[in-house]
């Protein structure tokens, strides 16, 4: 039996598969006794991810990436604003309410040593979706199940009886995938997947998500800060800056034109192989701001060097400038480098 | 991610075929000389205190006003006789199967309790987190001796009540400890993934959550069985716990004590098991606190 088996047959529906409208993920902290304290980790955002697309979520740390990614599958309990998934909404929806559509959704974590629980065996470990979503399944279809989706990763059955602490990072994360797919999902985050890796696996890790990808014919959101992987597999890039989303746009359109200054910052801070081209490295001055109280207005006026006084104003919408590329920043008159 | 892990995880496959958590504690554990050293005390106290009295030729409640204050070693009474002239060694036995038995089942008893409310407090933190590590602090602020003695004036001692009352007193370490460690592991990604299944909560804290805790409830409830064989003694000893003519350690000691003088071996014997099984339990605690040592696995 390969994972295609598993799959169900695909339900022909229209529209996007997640959609998500300006959505919020404050942090509160303090409370009665200290000052009562709101991270806004995730602001106003709102965008579509296509069947079968990948969508690359990339800014610096801390600019709420993995943060939106919780949110969309309902890690969190949402601060306002709609996530829909497959047509329906799941804002508000119980963590009982949720347990049918978690089949449905997984995610791959950025660090493969803390993501394995260090008790279980491989077995376990990715047999445990199998358990917790159909309670009554035998001994054998687990074992049968959770030995496909070790050999689809490129692992053997044998592995199921070792523990996390006996396989190397690049074998970890494999491990971390297998129990991502061996339910079958339609829809994926992977949160900096192979950031954690040797550069010299990352490919391969790289290449597996990509070949199930197409087996499953998934849909993911790729959240990373490596524009190289990013550009090498994504079709859609969304930029974020402090909890927000300043320009998302198709890859190509994005690399070859991009329209907002922060996106032009992130790009040149990529090295590029070839000495001819070499592009005027635009450095970020200063930090990100804290998200505690961000500037007012553009919330990246603080670091921009396209900066006019109107920028701190207003909260610059996310408008359309044509062919699905949409920018966030009220200067249209720019001429910014691309990445490539 | 700390730059130790990054290392970690771009060395090549480190293969230690076939070692778990568990034979890798095993171990450390075999490297620890006085926890062996306790073991094989409290091997040897279990064994002699099941089988002993059956294999001494004295009843230990039998009366022989003739041999009373045999000094040991005397008239075949290895461990002398006491005021009544019974012989010593075999009521020492004795009084270890009350003694042991009531430090087993309030470890049992308190470890039960206090696991229960670390693992509730440490997982769900927020409100309930806080007010059950509060009323385990105000219990633990009480001085533990003053509630043993306050509970135990009031309840009737037999090995039930007794064992209740210590381990009533008894219950708020391990909560701590189960606590702290469920609270530092509670965020991690294992567990989102684990939520992200949908897995309940009961899921979480006794599948994924617990097994990671065993280690420091294992070294707890060592320590509390040394705790609640000294809380035994302590009672008995002040004549508020196992009423004569059953015998505890505790007991012993405090009958002894008219005869210190005259009859030292009397306090001297109980006191010596008392110190054994108490040190050996704290060796054997120490020993398993650096053999399961959650840092060394959890990476
Ligand atoms: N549970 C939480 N409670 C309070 N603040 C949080 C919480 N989770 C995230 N934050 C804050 O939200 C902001 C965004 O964090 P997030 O982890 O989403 O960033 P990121 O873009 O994923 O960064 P990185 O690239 O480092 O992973 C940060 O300021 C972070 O401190
Ligand atoms: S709105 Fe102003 S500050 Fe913000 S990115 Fe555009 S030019 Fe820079
Ligand atoms: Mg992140």
Known sequence: ?340 | MSSATVAAAVLPNRRLAGTSPRSRAWGRFKRHRLAMFGSGVILVLVFAVIFGPMILPFDPLHIDLRHRFAPPPGNGHLFGTDQLGRDLLVRLLMAGRISLTIGFMAMVVSTLIGTSVGVTAGYYGGLVGTVLMRIVDAVLCFPSVFLLLALAAFIKPSILTITLIIAATGWMEVARVVQAQIKALRHRDFILAAEMLGASGRYVMTRELLPNAAGPIIVAATLTVARAILAEAYVSFLGYGIQAPTASWGNMLNNAQQYLNSAPWLAIFPGLMITLAVTSFNFIGDGLRDALDARMDLT
Not at chain 1, 50 to 59: A, D, H, K, W
Not at chain 1, 62 to 85: C, I
Not at chain 1, 279 to 307: E, H, M, N, V, W
């Open chain 1, 1 to 340: 039996m390969s994972i295609m088996a598993l799959t169900p047959p695909p339900i022909p529906r229209d529209g996007p598969l997640l959609r998500v409208d300006r959505l919020r993920q404050w942090f509160s902290s303090g409370g009665f006794m200290s000052p009562r304290l709101t991270v806004r980790a995730v602001e106003d955002v709102t965008f579509e991810i296509g069947r079968g697309e990948i969508l690359g979520l990339v800014g610096e740390s801390g600019s709420g990436k993995s943060t939106l990614g919780r949110a969309v599958l309902r890690v969190t309990d949402l601060t306002d604003g709609r996530v829909v998934f497959d047509g329906q909404d799941v804002s508000t929806l119980s963590k009982r309410q949720l347990r049918p559509l978690r089949a449905r959704m997984q995610m791959i974590f950025q660090d493969p040593f803390a993501s394995l629980n260090p008790r279980m065996t491989v077995g376990q470990i990715v047999g445990a979706p199998l358990r917790i979503q159909n309670p009554g399944i035998s001994r054998s279809e687990v074992e049968a199940r959770v030995g496909d989706a070790l050999r689809t990763v490129g692992l053997a059955d044998s592995h199921a009886e070792r523990y996390p602490h006996e396989f190397s990072g690049g074998q970890r994360q494999r491990i971390g995938i297998a129990r991502a797919f061996v339910l079958a999902p339609d829809f994926l985050v992977a949160d900096e997947p192979v950031s954690a890796l040797d550069v010299s696996i990352q490919a391969q890790v790289v290449n597996l998500l990509m070949e199930i990808k197409r087996k499953l014919d998934l849909t993911i959101l790729f959240i990373s800060h490596d524009l190289a992987v990013v550009g090498h597999v994504c079709d859609r890039v969304a930029v974020m800056y402090l909890g927000r989303i300043v320009e998302i746009a198709d890859t190509r359109t994005l690399f070859r034109n991009p329209r907002h200054p922060y996106t032009e910052a992130l790009f040149s801070a990529v090295p590029v192989a070839d000495p001819s081209r070499r592009r005027q490295r635009i450095l970020l001055k200063g930090d990100l701001p804290s998200p505690l109280a961000p500037p007012s207005g553009c919330a990246f006026r603080t670091r921009c060097r396209y900066a006019i006084p109107a920028c701190a104003e207003a909260v610059p919408p996310l408008a359309h400038i044509g062919g699905g590329h949409q920018k966030a920043c009220i200067r249209d008159d720019l001429a910014l480098q691309p990445a490539c």
